[in-house]
């Protein structure tokens, strides 16, 4: 088996798309889940400080069950509580063949859950396609995967956690740990040192523009977590990549924020998280940054 998809990119995409339908199925979870559980944290951490200080209490309790994890209980129908049966939990079929309705309460069920293992579907054929069956292939597996999750989280709640994006730039940068530099293909940083330089220069960039931005405005124009999202995605890529991934993600953040501001009649003053920009171009880059930068420093040479 291991030797047909090496040697087959056709059966390692297809194969991959299987895989990704599977993962994607379980990204929805995390995706849900994760923010409730961290709230969830978060408020205890900060109940346990104000009691420590002798600080009056009354924090509301959430109405999550005692045991709420990634795994436990059981996905269920928020409207009636009828438990997903494994024939009602196959990736994108099952959503079709309910017509995207509970079974038991006909309640609707939001197009974003096949939507979800469709995009992690194809994003993992195209890395297979881009990288063959190779150890780049499970890194840029991983940096998919943790983009994806990052980025619809910050889509719903306008945050990027912690527990997400520092990971993933210890990931980006221990790359060099397990490879041969020797084998690194132009869209990966090509040595640690671009990798690290990648990874710094990432969280300064957006570092400097956020004081420079709150200096001026006396605003915050975007998240701490976005530092960091852009560091990991640098120390993938490398610094060199760096410009791509912000001139991509700012165009595509300025283009379809418009759109947003036009769709919702809203004013300047409406919001939009970034992450989602920065994971689209961070991708892009990963997969096909020496060939856009190419083309784009032909387009400027007369």
């Not at 297979?128 to 190779?134: D, E, Q, Y």
């Not at 995967?145 to 997400?164: C, N, T, V």
């Not at 490879?179 to 300064?204: E, K, R, T």
């Amino acid at each position: 088996m291991i030797e047909l998809l090496s040697n087959n990119l056709p059966l390692l995409a297809g194969f991959l798309f299987i895989l990704g339908l599977l993962f994607g199925s379980f990204y929805n979870v995390v995706i849900h889940r994760l923010p409730k559980i961290l709230n969830r944290e978060w408020r205890e951490t900060a109940t346990e400080i104000l009691k420590e200080a002798d600080c009056k209490v009354d924090c509301p309790q959430d109405s999550l069950p005692e045991k709420y994890t990634l795994v436990t209980p059981r996905s269920a129908c928020p409207k009636c509580g009828h438990q997903i049966t494994a024939l009602e939990n196959i990736p994108v079929l099952s959503w079709a063949v309910l017509g995207g309705k509970c079974r038991s309460c006909k309640a609707s069920i939001s197009v974003r859950y096949p939507l979800v293992e469709l995009l992690t579907a194809t994003t993992f054929a195209l890395c297979g396609w881009a990288f063959g069956f190779s150890w780049l292939l499970l890194f840029a597996v991983i940096f998919t995967s943790y983009l994806i999750i990052s980025s619809f989280i910050d889509y719903d709640h306008k945050i990027l956690p912690d527990q997400l994006t520092l990971p993933l730039i210890w990931v980006g940068l221990s790359t060099f740990l397990f490879l041969d530099p020797s084998v690194i293909q132009p869209s990966f940083a090509p040595d640690l040192y671009s990798s690290v330089v990648g990874a710094l220069c990432g969280y300064l960039v957006l570092w400097s523009i956020y004081w420079l931005f709150k200096i001026v405005t006396g605003k915050e124009g975007m998240g701490h977590g976005d530092f960091k999202l852009l560091a990991a995605i640098g120390a993938f890529v490398g610094f060199k990549m760096l410009p791509l991934v912000i001139i991509l993600s700012t165009v595509t953040g300025a283009v379809l924020g418009i759109i947003a501001m036009v769709i919702n009649k809203k004013g300047r003053d409406y919001t939009i998280p970034f992450g989602p920009f920065l994971a689209i171009s961070g991708w892009v880059t990963l997969l096909w940054g020496e060939p856009l930068t190419g083309y784009y420093l032909n387009f400027l040479t007369p």
